[in-house]
């Protein structure tokens, strides 16, 4: 179907809802899912706007937040308790592009998951796999963020992704990217998150991965 980019520009994207995993790349159906977690964005900040999304450009909702074991829920199963804890803290942490890991509750009723490389290869409607329609979103981010910052930032392809789906459905996309137009230039790891609703693409921020800590 015929979609379109926040600033006007329509663009041929086909989506279908994906696998909402965190540790692993089986299927949900007939498995236990994790009871809700709390909801690391605040649910009155949509990132915001997204009609307005020039006023949510390269602002991140996760700027200042910080993780308190006290807002944690209690679970009568330890194991599951400790998962539950890593997975505030990393999501805040990392500020939603934490990568798959088995210390994550593999099930969760919502929140932040990762895209299983299941779901990145799979055909989506319109013939495109799951990695394309991310990086398709990802290129919008980079346009933005050339256009905006006057840089010549490359996409080159996807590393991974996660997303809090939804009706307005948000992805948290690394990937990788050359800095200008030379096929030598290093490839460096960047960050896009973007918000997706009822076809639209809205780029929220493009920038350089921060360095490993």
Known sequence: ??????????????????????????????KRKLEETHD??????????????????????????????????EYSDEILQEKARYYNRTVIETKGFFESSNKLPLYMWGGITVVSHRDLEKKMYGGITGREFIGNM?????????????????????????????????YYITFAARESDSPDAPLVEYQAKVVWSAGITYPIFCRPAPPQG
């Open 1 to 30: 179907m015929a979609t379109k980019s926040s600033d006007g520009e329509k663009k041929e994207i086909d989506t279908e809802p994906m696998e909402t995993s965190t540790g692993a790349e089986s299927s949900l159906l007939g």
């Open 40 to 73: 690391q964005e605040d649910s009155g900040e949509e990132e915001e706007e997204e009609e307005d999304s020039d006023s949510c450009w390269e602002k991140d909702s996760f700027d200042g937040r910080e993780y308190h074991p006290s807002d944690d829920s």
């Open 138 to 170: 990802a290129c919008e981010c980079v346009e933005k963020h050339n256009r905006r910052n006057n840089k010549n930032v490359k996409f080159e392809r996807v590393l991974r992704a996660n997303f809090d789906p939804g009706a307005k459905t948000k």
